[in-house]
């Protein structure tokens, strides 16, 4: 998948749906799960998507956590010149659980392993450079002062295109 590809994809979408972006919550992982779900059905409107009845607070709090978990640990232990690297192993964390809110909204058994090998599938490194373009996109979206998470929400809904065009025939 072509990272100008996503983007420009996910802009268009996002430009022409009628579906309201996503406000900030308490609960997060879930709006962002039920905002994703609606993209998954408008992408592939022959399939009805309904939201289960998973913990996507449970799973989105374990996802990043882990992340910063591993990628803060070399810091701690060495020094502040290593956070290039860090935010590499933040990453090569998350692409690991790339796909899982996908996942878990298609009620997918063993979500977490299938994502993992969803992405050994894909490549880890090329997985790993997209989708720290994709992210360094979405955080440099939040210095736009108009539409601070505008950005974010291309960048989320790229992950959506991503897998209804690349990895849903894989399952």
């Known amino acids: 998948m072509k990272y100008q590809y996503l983007i420009r994809k996910s802009s268009e ?8 972006n996503t406000k900030l919550s308490l609960q997060l992982f879930t709006d962002g799960a039920f905002w994703m ?4 059905e408008l992408l592939n409107p022959h399939q009805e998507v309904n939201l289960p009845n998973r913990s996507f607070e449970l799973y989105g709090y374990l996802k ?21 690297i860090s935010l590499a192993i933040f990453y090569l964390v998350e692409v690991h ?15 977490i392993k299938k994502s993992c090998e969803i992405l050994y599938q894909l490549g880890v490194f090329s997985t790993v450079l997209l989708v720290m373009r994709i992210g360094i996109f979405m955080l440099i979206g939040l210095l736009n002062y108009r539409k601070p998470l505008q ?21």
Not at 37 to 40: F, K
Not at 97 to 108: A, K, M, Q, S, Y
């Open 13 to 20: 979408i996002l430009a022409q749906s009628s579906i309201p």
């Open 64 to 84: 990043y956590s882990l992340c910063i978990f591993f990628s803060v640990i070399l810091l701690v232990k060495t020094s502040f010149w290593y956070l290039p």
């Open 151 to 171: 950005n974010w929400h291309i960048g989320c809904l790229a992950v959506i295109v991503w897998y209804h065009e690349e990895v849903r025939n894989r399952l």
């Open 37 to 40: 779900a609606q993209y998954l």
């Open 97 to 111: 659980f790339l796909f899982l809110f996908p996942l878990l909204i298609e009620n997918t058994k063993n979500p």
